[in-house]
Structure formats: structure tokens, C-alpha cells
């Protein structure tokens, strides 16, 4: 896929972890990892506004194009 999806950098850079970060927004562990891994076929928009302020991100800083 060449949606690369840098949820895990984020979470290193702020010494957060990934059961944290799904009970900010409110989702399940599980969701979470759906999304980290890139097998999402989509995400809202006010999913990723979220994720960026709890980050303290942009958009840019979670998701990367890369050609296939």
C-alpha cells in the first residue's frame, strides 16, 4: 500500500504508549492497531484531528505517500 501510516514514530517521539493513545481517543487497542498497521481502508477526519492533538502533529507526521 503506498498510504505508510506513522502512528508508531509519533508514539516513540512522545514516550507514549499505544494502550494510551487508544484510551485518549476513545477506541479500542485493537482499532488502534488496525490503523497502525496500515490495513485500514480509511480513517475520519476527526480521528486523525484527534490523534494530531494528542500528538501534538500534523497530518503529514502520521501519514507518508510512497509509490508502489
Same mark, same amino acid.
Given at each position: 500500500?503506498?498510504?505508510?501510516?506513522?502512528?508508531?514514530?509519533?508514539?516513540?517521539?512522545?514516550?507514549? +504508549? #499505544?494502550?494510551?493513545?487508544?484510551?485518549?481517543?476513545?477506541?479500542?487497542?485493537?482499532?488502534? #492497531?488496525?490503523?497502525?498497521?496500515?490495513?485500514?481502508?480509511?480513517?475520519?477526519?476527526?480521528?486523525?484531528?484527534?490523534?494530531?492533538?494528542?500528538? +501534538?502533529? +500534523?497530518?503529514?507526521?502520521?501519514?507518508?505517500? +510512497?509509490?508502489?
Amino acid at each position: 500500500m503506498p498510504i505508510i501510516v506513522n502512528i508508531d514514530v509519533m508514539l516513540a517521539k512522545r514516550k507514549m +504508549q #499505544s494502550k494510551e493513545l487508544a484510551e485518549r481517543l476513545d477506541i479500542t487497542p485493537a482499532n488502534l #492497531s488496525v490503523l497502525k498497521t496500515g490495513k485500514a481502508k480509511g480513517i475520519r477526519f476527526d480521528t486523525l484531528e484527534k490523534i494530531c492533538e494528542i500528538l +501534538q502533529c +500534523q497530518p503529514g507526521d502520521i501519514l507518508e505517500y +510512497q509509490e508502489a
